[in-house]
């Protein structure tokens, strides 16, 4: 069975930090550009980093640069993302995506193959 497994959300304080994961089993990630959304309540779902097959390339939503940071170790089958200086409006399911695209780069606007249940991320005092 082919599926994606997030993990490594929770509640953390303002200004903490969360390091989230995204496991692929049944296929290997090697061949996937791999993106981060996430979706608050009343709000709709938005891309919030990606990361391209090598690596070599990422993008990230204006309200996250400089504070989240993507990355992948495909002999782990895994993709983290490392967030810091959480702020109270971070709060949302996230959820990662696979994308077999051969282009070199990442999209948010791209059609995502696969999908993960998501973790919930609650930054509150």
């Known amino acids: 069975q082919l599926q994606l497994v997030e993990s490594g959300g929770g509640l953390v304080q303002p200004g903490g930090s969360l390091r989230l994961s995204c496991a692929a089993s049944g296929f290997t990630l090697d061949y996937y550009a791999i993106g981060w959304f996430r979706q608050a309540p009343g709000k709709e779902r938005e891309g919030v980093s990606c990361?391209?097959?090598?690596?070599?390339?990422?993008n990230y939503a204006e309200s996250v640069k400089g504070r989240f940071a993507i990355s992948r170790d495909n002999a782990k089958n895994t993709v983290y993302l490392q967030m810091n200086s959480l702020k109270p409006e971070d709060t949302a399911i996230y959820y990662c995506?696979?994308?077999?695209?051969?282009?070199?780069?990442?999209?948010?606007?791209?059609?995502?193959?696969?999908w993960g249940q998501g973790t919930q991320v609650t930054v509150s005092s």
């Open positions: 990361i391209s097959r090598s690596g070599s390339i990422t």
């Open positions: 995506a696979a994308d077999r695209w051969t282009g070199l780069g990442c999209a948010f606007i791209r059609i995502y193959d696969y």
